[in-house]
């Protein structure tokens, strides 16, 4: 539920108190704008805190909310609002066809979409990172996983005044120049074959007419993903961890082929010399 916030889910244990309460307790918060606000003073009439969890998404932005979908925390997506007051999440289509588009990927992969991973290629010095079912982003040379997981600020803020400006998550600055901008692949489409990879593919979508090396990766016009369904559990949800991703070989110059695992115990995510 939600009234102008990021919603609350309640449990169906306590639903079924909160049911015998809540008429009673109501009543004693006309003066609460949202139906969200009542409900949490009747659970905390009835002794029961709220936790904070990182899967509800306020978006009190405006505009582009690349930037912020594209680097979502390491927990399951819950919920996505103020959809209406931005640009639809995918390039050529309308807003609601844009989500029903996402969807897509989350019926495959629910607890996947929008998972960031990050790897790097090696032999071109390139950093890719995977936003599971949404986007991949490919820089044309190495950036600091710290750096790679900040939020692009591609949106502007909701309100005019210097105070909107803060937000409670590192960003960083969106290059104006297309042509030293990372290289964005959105979702074209998700399958899901007889061995139990699930494999989304990516391409580009807005022609540039920029400068092609030997070693840019603005020749690329494909990517493809694989990966196996991610179920959590218990001990998962309460820790979870980024899992890792390695660049494989491809036989095709425009073709790029990642495959996204679990991360070894002792594994790190870093540049490699």
Avoid at 7 to 12: H, K, Q, V
Wanted: charged share 25%; proline share 6%.
């Amino acid at each position: 539920m939600a009234f102008g916030g990021a919603g609350i889910a309640i449990s169906y244990p306590l639903a079924k108190v909160l049911g015998k309460v809540f008429d009673a307790c109501i009543e004693r918060y006309p003066h609460l704008f949202g139906s969200d606000a009542r409900i949490y003073s009747c659970l905390a009439e009835l002794g029961v805190g709220l936790t904070h969890e990182p899967g509800f998404h306020q978006l009190d932005v405006r505009g582009n909310m690349f930037g912020v979908l594209a680097a979502h925390t390491i927990r399951p997506l819950v919920s996505l609002h103020h959809m209406e007051m931005n640009d639809p999440i995918f390039p050529n289509m309308t807003k609601m066809k844009a989500i029903e588009h996402l969807y897509e990927a989350a019926k495959f992969d629910p607890h996947r979409i929008l998972q960031q991973t990050v790897c790097y290629d090696r032999w071109f010095t390139w950093t890719v990172s995977v936003s599971w079912g949404y986007v991949v982003q490919v820089f044309s040379y190495n950036v600091f996983l710290p750096d790679a997981l900040r939020v692009q600020e591609s949106y502007f803020p909701w309100q005019t005044s210097d105070l909107a400006r803060h937000y409670d998550f590192d960003t960083r600055p969106y290059e104006l120049d297309p042509c030293r901008r990372q290289l964005v692949y959105f979702l074209h489409n998700v399958s899901s074959g007889n061995d139990g990879k699930i494999k989304t593919i990516y391409k580009k979508k807005t022609p540039e007419n920029c400068t092609i090396t030997m070693v840019s990766p603005r020749k690329l016009e494909e990517i493809r993903v694989t990966s196996y369904k991610l179920d959590l559990d218990r001990k998962q949800l309460l820790s979870p961890r980024r899992q890792c991703c390695d660049v494989l070989p491809s036989t095709s110059r425009n073709v790029m082929d990642i495959a996204i695992r679990e991360c070894k115990e002792d594994e790190l995510i870093y540049i490699h010399p």
